[in-house]
């Protein structure tokens, strides 16, 4: 076989190699077989009618070559992904925080949950408060602010984030006001509260005082402004704030 061909051979069996693995995810054995094959082959008959047969056995080890780079890149792919959902996705326990062993799905108290397999840990995963805050603004619209992480990263929301604790969520809603808007606000009263189905969390929305301060920016967000009531973005980030606007403004209808 000549340089040329050989060449382009080499190159066409690595292609082969990649292109399989990545459409089927199941050519390792192939790959593994065909190496083992025609490298005994080689062994045994050295040349066939002038053909070295272990050439034979090198475009069988690119083929497999390429099946392991679609493989790498295959778990690079998978990897970026895992770590983009950690960062949009409410982490999940998988180990003990107490002894590090493995977390098993049992049920307990009659509901299925997170259980430690060697000591009585039980990840309850009771839900989380959250404060949030409709604040007016003496201009007659309200404080919003566009998010800058994620979940639904760039859009647009009331000021609320997790309880601290130690807090009231009066207090909570307060702090987030000051640290997404960098805003003082003083708490009026409840209006709102929800428990969403999917997530563990408890929002509490509460109505501030009217206050004349200019909005900007603080840590999670992007931008902090004033929106009239009749100029409320369309995609706003989470449907629990837009439900908390529209009951502020039937309870003082506006």
């Known amino acids: ?11 066409a069996a690595l292609a082969l190699g990649y292109v399989l693995q990545r459409a089927t995810d199941k050519t390792g054995w192939i790959g593994l ?11 045994i008959v050295p040349t066939y009618n002038g053909f070295d047969m272990f050439n034979l056995f090198g ?11 679609a493989d790498k890149r295959q ?8 770590w983009a959902k950690l960062k949009t996705e409410r982490p999940q326990f998988r180990h003990c925080p107490s002894c590090t062993s493995k977390l098993e799905e049992r049920e307990v108290d009659e509901k299925k949950r997170l259980a430690c397999t060697y000591c009585t840990y039980v990840h309850w995963n009771n839900p989380l408060p959250v404060a949030a805050s409709i604040v007016p603004h003496k201009s007659g619209g309200i404080v919003l602010v566009k998010r800058g992480v994620e979940p639904r990263m760039g859009k647009w929301c009331l000021p609320a984030g997790f309880m601290e604790v130690g807090e009231t969520p009066e207090q909570g809603a307060k702090r987030e006001a000051a640290e997404e808007a960098t805003i003082d606000i003083e708490i009026e009263r409840l209006i709102y509260t929800f428990a969403p189905p999917q997530l563990p969390q408890v929002l509490m929305f509460f109505v501030a005082r ?3 301060q200019t909005p900007t920016p603080g ?3 992007q931008q902090a402004r004033v929106f009239q009531l009749d100029e409320l973005p369309d995609d706003m980030a989470f449907s629990s704030h837009v439900e908390a ?3 502020w403004r039937q309870s003082i209808d506006r």
């Not at 076989?1 to 190159?11: A, D, E, K, N, R």
């Open 1 to 11: 076989m000549s340089g040329p061909i050989l060449l382009i051979s080499f190159v």
């Open 33 to 43: 077989a065909l190496m083992f094959a025609t490298g005994a082959l080689a062994l």
């Open 59 to 69: 475009l069988s080890m690119i083929f497999g070559f390429g099946i392991t780079l």
């Open 75 to 82: 778990k690079a792919l998978k990897k970026k992904a895992d």
């Open 210 to 212: 009217e206050i004349d």
């Open 219 to 221: 840590s999670d967000a």
């Open 245 to 247: 606007i529209k009951r």
